[in-house]
């Protein structure tokens, strides 16, 4: 269980974050959702420890948490093998070769990032988040900018991972199909501050059947369709 | 520039060179010849062996002990602003002070000794170094440093696989730099307060008006630092750059 409870989050003198208070459900797939610089990104840096500046508290297990970034964040000048390597705590190369595989990548372990498409960076990080086995991971938009397949293929094979291990997970991002088809409940953030304006749940979809995601996203809509208005 | 070109570029720099000295025909001016015969004579009879040897040594000493205390400090003040903000001003009179200003200082102060003379090599050359070092800190991207907390990496990972890896450049750029520099200095200084050593020997050949010798002597120094820029920091460069 994850207690998120912000009172407020200043930055410039100005309210980025006002009266934020969450309750996540050990394994549930939590987004939230909200318009450019709302403050989706500094909510998960907290959640992360990456921002302490904040008046408020968050509780749980944070001892082995991953997090996915918009972009792939591998380190340049090192292998796919040495970046894996870097952040396994047990070191174990053969499950490293195995994780690999399961997300369609093969030979790769020797070449530098720079040598990989963004697909493939994307699907090494995808293997680094799930490296450790971990209790929470947080997602910053890591679907954006790539191509449709790719991001298709790629939430289908990070919900496979999911299913195998289970964790908690916080995405935030900006599309609502995307929270739709991952997602047990998804947030509305409105903008300065940022306060939870809407929240829908029991969506236990996750699958990817467009029209099913689209009968969900029109149901949000008839239910608040000021939801348009913040240009979500 | 591939080895064809860099093995022409040298063959008309001798060509040059030696029309030149023909056409001067100056004992200032010594041809190519004269300065090769000279230096073989200096290498055969073990003098310019033995005094670059002790040069070499001091530059060695000077350069590791200036890289050292170049990259703590500059790491600390790239990292921490309170420490930058305070050592700044020594900073800046470091990098003011004229080379020739410490070297006298350090022969008075301390006497004419090997001691003085490292001393006043390596205080004039570490400013130069933590400048370099300072900025490669700044530089460090923080969403690695985000990456590295988010998964809880060790402080000897944070060091040696995060920050190590973003600084090298600026460690590579004041090897150079510190390198080439230094061992023009410790000539100056062995000139000025020394009596054995490269520096020393060239104020003799200028006493003598010995230009050959001058020039034999600088060119086989020349010579040995090409030496180690090809064979110990070309390496080490692609090495840290096979990555890109």
Not at chain 2, 90 to 102: F, Q, R, S
């Amino acid at each position: 269980m994850i207690n998120i409870d912000i009172k407020d989050k200043r930055f410039n003198k100005k309210d980025i974050l006002k009266d934020i208070n969450i309750s996540i459900k050990q394994s549930e797939f939590l987004s939230i959702i909200g318009p450019s610089g709302c403050g989706k990104s500094t909510l998960l840096n907290i959640v992360a420890n990456l921002d302490e500046k904040y008046n408020g508290h968050v509780d749980g297990d944070f001892s082995n948490i991953s997090f996915m970034f918009q972009d792939h964040r591998l380190l340049p000048w090192m292998s796919v093998k040495e970046n894996l390597l870097l952040i396994s705590k047990t070191k174990d190369l053969d499950e490293i070769k195995q994780l690999v595989k399961l997300v369609g990548l093969d030979n790769i372990l020797d070449e530098y990032p720079n040598k990989l498409s963004g697909g493939m960076a994307r699907r090494v990080s995808l293997v680094r988040a799930f490296i450790n086995k971990p209790s929470l991971i947080l997602l910053d938009e890591p679907f954006i900018s790539l191509d449709y397949p790719t991001s298709v293929s790629l939430k289908k094979d990070f919900l496979n991972f999911c299913k195998e291990f289970n964790p908690t997970v916080i995405l935030v991002t900006h599309d609502i199909s995307e929270a739709i088809h991952l997602s047990d409940r998804i947030l509305f953030l409105s903008k300065n501050p940022a306060q939870i304006i809407y929240e829908f749940e029991n969506i236990n979809n996750q699958e990817f059947n467009l029209k099913k995601i689209d009968e969900i996203k029109n149901k949000i809509l008839e239910n608040y369709p000021k939801i348009l208005e913040g240009e979500i | 520039m591939n080895s064809q070109t860099k093995f022409i570029s040298i063959f008309f720099f001798v060509i040059l060179w030696q029309a030149l000295s023909i056409a001067i025909n100056s004992s200032v001016f010594p041809t190519v010849i004269n300065i090769l015969t000279n230096l073989s004579n200096h290498l055969v009879n073990g003098e310019l062996i033995h005094h670059m040897l002790i040069t070499l040594q001091r530059v060695c000493i000077a350069f590791f002990i200036s890289m050292i205390i170049g990259i703590f400090f500059g790491v600390i003040m790239g990292l921490y602003k309170r420490v930058d903000d305070m050592l700044d001003f020594i900073l800046i009179i470091g990098l003011n002070l004229p080379a020739l200003v410490t070297i006298i200082i350090c022969y008075i102060w301390f006497g004419l000794s090997d001691f003085s003379a490292l001393l006043a090599v390596i205080l004039n050359k570490v400013p130069i170094i933590i400048v370099n070092i300072r900025e490669g800190t700044k530089a460090i991207e923080s969403k690695y440093t985000d990456l590295a907390k988010v998964y809880k990496l060790s402080k000897k990972d944070i060091v040696t696989k995060i920050y190590l890896p973003q600084i090298y450049p600026y460690i590579m750029a004041s090897t150079r730099l510190s390198l080439s520099l230094i061992w023009k200095i410790i000539l100056v200084v062995e000139l000025l307060g020394r009596s054995d050593g490269v520096g020393f020997q060239i104020s003799m050949f200028f006493q003598l008006f010995d230009i050959t010798s001058i020039l034999a002597y600088s060119f086989a120094f020349i010579f040995v630092i090409m030496l180690i820029e090809t064979f110990i920091l070309k390496p080490i460069e692609n090495r840290m750059k096979r990555w890109k």
